[in-house]
């Protein structure tokens, strides 16, 4: 016999039956007669508990030879009270022991590599993780495992009178989190999705064509590049599409707006300024370099520094303010190219406002 939800509040379920109609009431006063404690919630619970112990005394005297009870115990769960009369609570293996073995390749190869790692004598776990390396199942080969080969260089990164290069955009994170700035520079950055993607060939598109105000010719050169996302055919392709339509209607706007009002000045313009930084084992040369994407110049003399940044791409989270990376723009601009600044101002054009 298998007796299953055995749960608290499942079985037994001591919730009042028959309240709509009070069709217990109805019962109890026929078979017992009307007396002052039927109306007590506590005298009905007793009553209904004892009905749930007559149902599982009837279900257990079913069985020939075994019973079997289920029951679970998580954070939210609870095993009843019945278990307690099949398997004494001190009686039952703990629930660590009961857990199921793992059932996808990656998890089992965790739990073989724990066994290992815990006794290295451990001659099942070792043959079963060679079987699974054998089948080619990542993680498997001891090879693929990480901590177990000595480092291959212990020294510093760079040179003790080597320049530390820096870009504008990374100042910002650089200050505030050095050791995410080093990993990220080390190559430990999340993968190119495809928003990434398109905010580039959007990107190519305005260096390509920085003063053009026709949709038609920014979608076209679009085109061109369309392939490069390797999109299948179909709604996402379409939808997609779509986006990048808006923006380039947006970034033809600002190429209109921009073209009566001011004057450009460049486009992808290389600057960089040099500090020097005070540490505790002495000074360090910092070169702060990088692309500035375009500059306009107001008949005033002032300028405008634009950052393109596609809406596609999605800034990180915890993202330092706008002018942690500006801010070092404006020490990196080459003031020989400009000998008539009056005024800075930063600006992005709607069709590169971060999302």
């Known amino acids: 016999m298998i007796l299953t939800g055995l749960q608290e509040g499942v079985w037994p379920n001591l919730k ?20 002052p404690e ?41 095993p009843s009270m019945f278990l307690d009369l099949i398997t004494p609570a001190h009686q039952r293996p703990p629930v660590t022991a009961l857990a199921p073995d793992p059932v996808t390749g990656p998890r089992l190869v965790a739990q073989l590599r ?8 451990d001659r099942a776990a070792a043959e079963a993780l060679a079987a699974l390396a054998e089948h080619r199942i990542s993680g498997a080969d001891p090879l693929q495992w990480w901590g177990l080969h000595p480092l291959s260089h212990d020294g510093p990164l760079l040179d003790p009178d080597e320049e530390v290069r820096v870009s504008p955009s990374s100042v910002g994170g650089a200050v505030a989190d050095p050791l995410g700035w080093f990993t990220a520079e080390a190559g430990g950055t999340e993968p190119t999705d495809f928003s990434r993607m398109l905010g580039t060939l959007i990107h190519e598109v305005a260096e390509n064509h920085p003063e053009e105000t026709d949709p038609e010719e920014l979608s076209a050169a679009l085109a061109s590049r369309w392939s490069q996302l390797a999109l299948d055919p179909g709604w996402q392709a379409e939808a997609e599409w779509a986006r990048a ?20 000045a460049h486009v992808e313009l290389k600057a960089a300024a040099a500090t020097t930084l005070t540490l505790s084992h002495g000074e360090r040369d910092v070169i702060i370099s990088g692309m500035i994407d375009r500059v306009e110049r107001t008949p005033e003399g002032g300028l405008w520094v634009i950052d393109s940044r596609p809406a596609a791409v999605r800034p990180p989270p ?37 999302a």
């Open 245 to 264: 339509q808006d923006m380039l209607r947006q970034l033809a706007q600002y190429h209109r707006e921009s073209r009566a009002a001011r004057e450009l």
């Open 318 to 354: 915890r993202r330092p303010p706008a002018t942690a990376s500006w801010a070092p723009i404006s020490c990196c601009l080459p003031m020989q190219s400009f000998p008539r600044v009056s005024a800075l101002r930063w600006r992005r054009p709607p069709c590169c406002t971060s």
């Open 38 to 78: 039927d109306s007590s919630p506590l005298v009905r619970r007793i009553r209904t508990l004892q009905d749930e112990y007559r149902l599982f005394a009837a279900a257990a005297s079913r069985a020939r030879a075994r019973i079997f009870s289920v029951a679970v115990e998580a954070e939210e769960e609870q």
């Open 16 to 35: 009042p039956r028959g309240q709509m109609l009070s069709s217990t009431d109805l019962v109890e006063v026929v078979e017992h007669g009307a007396s």
């Open 114 to 121: 724990r066994r290992l790692e815990a006794d290295p004598e």
